[in-house]
């Protein structure tokens, strides 16, 4: 269809599809999907060749927080039946990122519940990054604090985080009835802060909160504009004991056109399938990896995923490759970039060992659209050069799969009372069998 070939090619150049564009992606059809996939997957094949990051959580501080967040299991009045606990000492911190890195992950997500970090919390987070880093000094950390003040972003900086998580979640006009207790406009200053600061900005979105397609569309350019180089797409959770508890909007057919989408307008950028994977794509998981170049690897913050080594699996069987701590994530286009802004070294968005959101010099394939050339970064980073010319049918994602009838017949009744028992709320101390620093 005329549409997926202008997206494709449009994707091939990196550049972004207009809003019209990408509103039409939403709006195909179940008979399109396979069509929508293969188009999103080549682009994500130009850019990422085959690789998939793994990421892994490491949640510091459970529950107790002041925000009202109505997605959140850990908001104010809150009645999940979460774990709830203060700050993890470095060394929990420390064995619990051990366990998911033995696991392939290259990056750990460091997360803490609340408004946001005050200066001892900072002091926390710098003790707990030295206690990862002396056990593994090439392993990436992200954090998760909240809101920023004026400097923190340039001490997690100098403290060794390479990155800083805060995600828009949704459109800026539909923000005050998702969140009263902050501003849209407040997390932009966040990701703003970190972005200053040198620090690799992640910043995605959730779906499945009653949004529109507009508001999907809406949020997605923001974060281009922002300059995310890293894209978290979550799922709604929708935890008993929170406000959308009942908010089951997501099919998994509906989940692959809004990461087609984000894949469309952001092609260079690092797309990972975030919290709610399980849930919501279920057995068609593997289709999204066609689309996606990053995962989270076990467990979220406060709800159960699927076994680290199914994940390990599925991306086996599904013909993709772990990608390894010396390889890079980013292209190099973007990976310059993001050195630039942290002043050149080899570090935030492109070079070696700790480095962060481009996680490499090296490119997948050369900044022209049609032609691939040899990775190359400083010291040890590289990766495999990807044919540029890569490309997924939807015969080949149709396999990968192993889907057969995607119609609307086929799909469980959105209301069904058995889905509500894939929610699992996590009885575990951060992702493995640590008892909580309660």
Excluded at 97 to 106: E, L, N, T, W, Y
Excluded at 270 to 299: C, K, Y
């Amino acid at each position: 269809m005329d549409l997926l070939d202008t997206l494709t090619a449009k994707g091939l150049r990196g550049e972004a599809p207009t809003r019209e564009e990408a509103l039409a992606v939403l709006a195909t059809t179940d008979d399109e999907l396979l069509d929508v996939v293969a188009a999103a997957g080549r682009v994500r094949r130009r850019w990422f060749g085959r690789r998939v990051k793994l990421n892994y959580l490491v949640n510091l501080k459970s529950g107790l927080c002041p925000e009202d967040c109505n997605y959140c299991s850990q908001r104010l009045g809150s009645k999940a039946e979460i774990l709830k606990y203060t700050w993890l000492k470095p060394d929990q911190a420390a064995d619990a990122a051990r366990a998911g890195v033995a696991g392939g992950a290259k990056r750990v997500c460091l997360v803490a519940s609340g408004r946001g970090p005050t200066d001892r919390d900072i002091d926390r987070v710098t003790d707990t990054v030295a206690a990862i880093k002396d056990a593994d000094p090439a392993v990436e950390v992200c954090a998760c604090l909240g809101l920023l003040s004026d400097n923190q972003a340039e001490r997690l900086k100098a403290a060794g985080v390479d990155a800083y998580n805060h995600n828009l979640n949704t459109s800026e006009a539909t923000y005050a009835g998702i969140t009263t207790t902050h501003t849209y406009a407040d997390r932009v200053d966040t990701v703003q802060k970190a972005h200053g600061a040198g620090l690799s900005a992640c910043s995605g979105l959730i779906a499945g909160m009653g949004e529109s397609d507009e508001d999907l569309v809406d949020v997605v350019f923001a974060l281009r504009e922002l300059g995310s180089d890293s894209v978290p797409v979550n799922f709604l959770i929708p935890f008993e004991g929170t406000p959308l508890a009942k908010e089951w909007h997501l099919t998994p057919q509906r989940c692959l056109r809004i990461l087609a989408m984000v894949r469309f307008v952001n092609p260079d950028t690092e797309v990972r399938i975030a919290g709610g994977r399980e849930v919501h794509l279920r057995t068609m998981q593997p289709l999204g990896l066609h689309i996606a170049n990053s995962i989270f690897l076990g467990d979220y913050l406060t709800s159960e995923g699927q076994a680290g080594q199914a994940d390990l699996d599925m991306i086996k069987d599904a013909g993709f490759e772990v990608e390894g701590a010396g390889e890079a994530t980013l292209p190099r286009h973007r990976a310059d970039i993001a050195s630039a802004v942290a002043g050149g070294s080899c570090g935030t968005g492109g070079g070696c060992g700790p480095c962060g959101g481009g996680h490499g010099g090296a490119s997948e394939a050369s900044d022209a659209p049609a032609a691939a050339e040899e990775a190359h970064g400083c010291g040890p980073c590289g990766g495999h050069a990807a044919p540029a010319t890569a490309t997924v049918t939807a015969a080949e994602a149709t396999e990968s799969a192993e889907a057969t009838d995607s119609g609307e017949s086929a799909l469980p009744n959105p209301n069904d009372e058995l889905r509500s028992d894939l929610v699992r709320v996590r009885r575990r101390g951060a992702g493995t069998e640590l008892a909580p620093n309660a």
